[in-house]
C-alpha cells in the first residue's frame, strides 16, 4: 500500500493542475513507490529478527527460512543500499536529487529510532518494568516507527517532485500525518485485542508479546492497585487464561469505550488540519485513510 501511495499522491498532484499524469510522470512515481517498498522490507526483515518474530504476511518469517536464517541480516542491507542505487539511477540528473536522498535517509533515520525506543520499552534479560508503558514512550514509538515511512514520506516524495520547499507546508504535512500514523495504530491495537480474526486478517498477539499498546498504556492509566497487580501478574504471558484475565481486565476498565472516544476526537483534529493544508491536494490525505484504516 505504501509503494501505491506514491504513484496516488503524483496522480492528485496532475489531477489538481486539470490533467492526467504523463506515461514519465506514471514510471517515476512508480519507481519511487518501489523504493518506499523496499524501505519497509529493509525495516521488516531487520525487525522481524530482532523480535524473533515466526510469521509475517501468513508465511514464515524471512530469517526463519531453512536457508536464509542469519544471512537475512545482510539481506536487509543489500535492500536498504538498493533503495540508493535505484534512486541514483533514476533520479541522479533532476535537480530535486539530493532533496530525494535527504528525505529518505531522514525518514529511515527517524524509524530506526522509533524501532530503538521499541525494543527498548522493557529492560532486556530482566524483570518487566510496567513504568515504561507510558502515554509518551507510546507516542513516539508510534510517531518513528510507523508515521514517518507510513504515511510523511509518500506526501513529502510528492511534495519534493513538485519543487514545493515551503518548509512549514512541509512541517504542517508532518504533524498531519503522525497524527494520522496515531490514529491507525491506536486502531491497530484495539483491533488486535478485540476483532475477530476472520473479519481482518488479523492474530493479535500484543498481549503476550508483551508490547507498548495503547491498551496496556491506558490500563495503567485507569486502574486501580488491585487491577494493577492483576495486569502484572497476566500481561506478556503465553497462557490462553491469561490472556484472557487481561482482556477481561480492559473491558472492565471500559477501554473499549475510551477508544471509541479516542476515535471521534482524533477524526475531529484529523479534518481540521486536513482544512489548514497547503501545497499539496487535500484528497491525498483522505486517499490515505481510505486506504489505511478501517474507519474515518
Not at 49 to 55: P, T
Not at 188 to 203: E, G, Q, R, T
Not at 223 to 245: F, T, V
Not at 285 to 294: A, E, G, N, Q, T
Request: include cysteine; glycine fraction near 4%.
Amino acid at each position: 500500500y505504501k509503494g501505491l501511495s506514491v504513484i496516488e499522491v503524483q496522480a492528485e498532484f496532475a489531477f489538481e493542475k486539470g490533467r492526467d499524469m504523463s506515461n514519465e510522470e506514471f514510471c517515476k512515481a512508480a519507481v519511487l513507490g518501489w523504493c518506499v517498498e523496499w524501505l519497509q522490507l529493509f525495516f521488516s526483515i531487520a525487525d522481524d529478527f530482532m523480535d524473533q518474530s515466526e510469521i509475517r504476511r501468513n508465511k514464515p518469517c524471512w530469517f526463519r527460512l531453512p536457508h536464509v536464517k542469519k544471512i537475512a541480516i545482510n539481506d536487509s542491507f543489500v535492500l536498504e543500499s538498493l533503495v540508493y542505487r535505484v534512486l541514483s539511477r533514476h533520479f541522479g540528473n533532476e535537480p530535486y536529487y539530493l532533496k530525494l536522498i535527504e528525505l529518505f535517509q531522514d525518514v529511515a533515520y527517524r524509524t530506526e529510532l522509533g524501532q530503538l525506543l521499541d525494543l527498548t520499552s522493557q529492560p532486556l534479560n530482566q524483570p518487566p518494568d510496567f513504568s515504561r508503558f507510558t502515554l509518551s514512550r507510546y507516542t513516539r514509538i508510534v510517531k518513528y516507527k510507523t508515521s514517518f515511512y507510513t504515511f510523511y514520506l509518500p506526501c513529502a516524495i510528492g511534495m519534493v517532485y513538485a519543487g514545493n520547499e515551503d518548509q512549514k507546508a512541509f512541517d504542517l504535512v508532518k504533524t498531519l500525518c503522525s497524527l494520522i500514523g496515531e490514529y491507525y495504530q491506536v486502531q491497530d491495537d484495539y483491533l488486535d485485542c478485540f476483532s475477530d480474526p476472520n473479519m481482518v486478517a488479523k492474530i493479535g498477539n500484543d498481549i503476550q508479546d508483551m508490547k507498548c499498546s495503547w491498551l496496556v498504556v491506558k490500563a495503567l492509566e485507569r486502574c486501580s492497585k488491585a487491577q494493577r497487580k492483576e495486569l502484572m501478574a497476566n500481561y506478556g504471558k503465553s497462557d490462553q487464561k491469561k490472556i484472557l484475565k487481561v482482556k477481561k481486565l480492559y473491558i472492565e476498565l471500559k477501554l473499549p469505550d475510551l477508544y471509541f472516544e479516542y476515535q471521534e476526537k482524533c477524526q475531529e483534529q484529523i479534518t481540521e488540519l486536513i482544512s489548514e493544508v497547503k501545497g499539496i491536494p487535500k484528497e491525498i490525505f483522505f486517499i490515505f485513510i481510505r486506504r489505511l484504516c478501517y474507519k474515518l
